[in-house]
C-alpha cells in the first residue's frame, strides 16, 4: 500500500469519528496515523491495526481486541533513546484503531486537544499533554501536512 492510498482509507475513518469527540482539526490526527505508522506500513500497523503508536492502558480502549508485545523507543530530553519491550493495543481493524486512538486522548490529560481547530496547536497541545516523546514530534507532524498539501496541490 502506498501512502497516498493509507490516507484515502484512513482519513474518511478519522474525519467520521474526530467531530464525535470534538475534535476539530483531523489533518493533525491523519499526520499522526502517517507518520506513527509508517503510511500504514509499521509493524504496528500491519500486525496491530495501531497507527498512532499506542501504549497499553487497561480499559482505556473499548475498541482494542488484546496486547501486542514488541519493542519500542522512547526519547529522553537529552536526545538520547531508551529501548525496551513495550505493550502496545490491539485492534481488530482500521477502523477500531481510529477509534482506539480517539478513545485514548478521550480523558482529562488531552483536554487541550478539544476544540482546536489549529493543528500546530493541536499537535503542541497533544505533545505537552504526553503523548510523545520525540523532540521533533510537532516538526515532523507539520513536514507530514504540508507536503500532503504540495502533493495535493501537485495533482491538480
Known amino acids: 500500500m ?6 484515502e482509507k484512513i482519513a474518511p475513518i478519522i474525519v467520521k469519528y474526530a467531530s464525535q469527540y470534538n475534535i476539530l482539526c483531523p489533518s493533525a490526527v ?9 503510511g500504514g506500513m509499521s509493524e504496528l500497523a500491519v500486525n496491530a491495526h495501531n497507527y498512532f503508536g499506542l501504549k ?8 482494542a481486541c ?8 522512547e526519547q529522553n530530553k537529552d536526545g538520547s ?3 525496551s519491550a ?5 485492534f481488530s481493524n482500521m477502523e477500531n484503531g481510529v477509534r482506539g486512538y480517539f478513545d485514548f486522548t478521550n480523558i482529562s490529560t488531552y483536554k487541550s486537544i478539544k476544540g482546536i481547530s489549529d493543528p500546530k496547536i493541536y499537535l503542541e497541545n497533544i505533545k505537552k499533554a504526553g503523548y510523545a516523546t520525540s523532540l521533533k514530534y ?13 502533493d495535493m496541490e501537485m495533482k491538480e
Open 2 to 7: 502506498t501512502k497516498e492510498q493509507f490516507i
Open 30 to 38: 491523519i499526520a499522526q496515523s502517517v507518520l506513527e505508522s509508517n
Open 56 to 63: 497499553y492502558r487497561p480499559n482505556r480502549c473499548p475498541s
Open 66 to 73: 488484546g496486547i501486542y508485545y514488541k519493542n519500542g523507543s
Open 81 to 83: 533513546y531508551t529501548t
Open 86 to 90: 513495550m505493550q502496545w493495543m490491539k
Open 138 to 150: 510537532v516538526e515532523n507532524l507539520m513536514n507530514v501536512i504540508t507536503e500532503g498539501l504540495q
